[in-house]
């Protein structure tokens, strides 16, 4: 009988680190610390700025299509395809700035705007 996957991750939990290295992580970070995570450096992957969300930018991301990563992905350069509310912004490559200045996730930004909830009126 082959063992539950549950547990198997639970036993390799044990023999990591309590505080795992960024690139093991899946939080949002650098995005060069989110792109050495993938195969390739994350060529092909789509990755995004969690802020884009919080402003109301739902539907953004860029396409990664080239990447330079170095010292273990805290550092590099990356170059890709900006969609922008769906829609492809230009029709060259470009180099993606904000790498480090800003935290970085895998996906497409959702909109993390939550409506004002009305006024009830109890009569």
Sequence with gaps: MAPKPQTVAK???????????PTLS????????????FPQD??????YQTRWGVKGFPGCYWEVTRTKL????????AW????????????DETMIN?????TWATGTS?????PPK????SA
């Design 42 to 47: 994350g060529v092909g992957q789509k990755v």
């Design 70 to 77: 170095k010292l273990e992905g805290k550092h590099g350069k």
């Design 11 to 21: 036993a390799i939990q044990h023999f990591l680190p309590s505080k795992l290295p």
């Design 26 to 37: 899946n939080s949002p970070s650098s995005l060069y610390q989110v792109l050495s995570r």
């Design 98 to 102: 904000g790498g480090l200045k800003y």
């Design 118 to 121: 009305t006024p009830s009126t």
């Design 80 to 91: 890709g395809h900006l969609v922008w509310r769906g829609k492809r912004v230009h029709k």
């Design 110 to 114: 959702t909109s993390g705007i939550v």
